[in-house]
């Protein structure tokens, strides 16, 4: 979907989705914002998965590489039986419940790891210490990581064909993980002071896509934005998502959802025009760290 790339005119650059090591990523957060800065980004979103474990370094690196960091987090949600990634955008990061959500949903993806690497071990050579030996210290251990065992064990050649196969939803050896409901995630992150923006929501190569009803219920709850540009939407997801955001005059957002190595997607392959950007700082209770666009 390269050909598909949204580059908005203007001469600020904001990727606004991103992931460290904080979380399943391959690259530290200050590497993350050393690498947005060599691709000639003005501001970058750190959003690692249930977690703001990232924020503090990605902040230190910002301040020297002189990067506008949007602190964020990527939120495992759940609604009509699917699972649902919901950005939150500038929230308080001491925010008592929504701190609760993420460990209950970081405890819960260590123990569906271990479930799932005793599913595929009865079928290939996978161990616990392989997939232990492949998570950066302090993440919370997913199927990235399972993935980067099966590359280094050659059982597969990168996370992407790990993912087709052996690590696929509704798989042979896939199993659940808690994950709160959507309508809930987001009245946590607005109670929390953030900005609500549903990622990658008409992304069907990873399955079913929430129906427009559904996408209605997360506005009436409080939803502020879709993350429209992303390298899983094709053009007519793009065409149908950007009509149902201007009927409900949601912020539009276009990202990388960048992982590091062993995945195709690169920093600022898809950007939010600067003045979504400026929706979002100006809706959000902490402020952005870094200039805005004009």
Not at 103 to 131: F, G, H, K, Y
Not at 263 to 271: A, M, S
Request: glycine share 8%.
């Amino acid at each position: 979907m390269g050909s598909q790339n949204h580059h908005p005119s203007g001469e600020f650059r904001a990727d606004l989705h991103t992931h460290s090591t904080a979380s399943d990523g391959t690259t530290s957060p200050r590497d993350v914002v050393a690498a947005a800065a060599a691709a000639g980004l003005d501001a970058v979103g750190i959003t690692d998965h249930d977690t703001t474990a990232g924020w503090a370094e990605a902040a230190r690196a910002a301040a020297s590489c002189g990067v506008t960091l949007v602190r964020g987090a990527e939120i495992s949600s759940a609604m009509e039986k699917m699972s649902v990634h919901m950005l939150g955008y500038l929230f308080d990061p001491d925010n008592a419940d929504l701190r609760r959500e993420f460990e209950l949903v970081r405890s819960d993806r260590v123990t569906r790891a271990e479930r799932m690497v005793d599913n595929i071990a009865a079928d290939l050579p996978l161990t616990w210490q392989d997939v232990l030996e492949q998570t950066p210290q302090g993440a919370t251990v997913g199927r990235p990581h399972i993935a980067d065992a099966l590359v280094a064990k050659g059982i597969v050649r990168d996370r992407d064909e790990a993912f087709a196969d052996i690590l696929a939803a509704h798989g042979r050896y896939f199993v659940r993980h808690y994950a709160i409901d959507s309508v809930r995630a987001v009245e946590l992150v607005r109670a929390a002071g953030g900005v609500p923006v549903i990622a990658h929501p008409g992304a069907t190569i990873r399955g079913k896509t929430l129906s427009t009803n559904a996408l209605e219920q997360l506005v009436e709850a409080g939803l502020l934005g879709i993350e429209v540009y992303h390298r899983d939407h094709d053009a007519k997801e793009r065409v149908r998502l950007r009509d149902f955001a201007r009927r409900h005059d949601l912020i539009v957002t276009g990202s990388s959802d960048y992982h590091g190595a062993g995945k195709k997607n690169r920093l600022g392959e898809n950007l939010t025009e600067p003045v979504m950007v400026k929706r979002i700082a100006a809706a959000a209770g902490v402020p952005v760290l870094g200039r805005l666009p004009q």
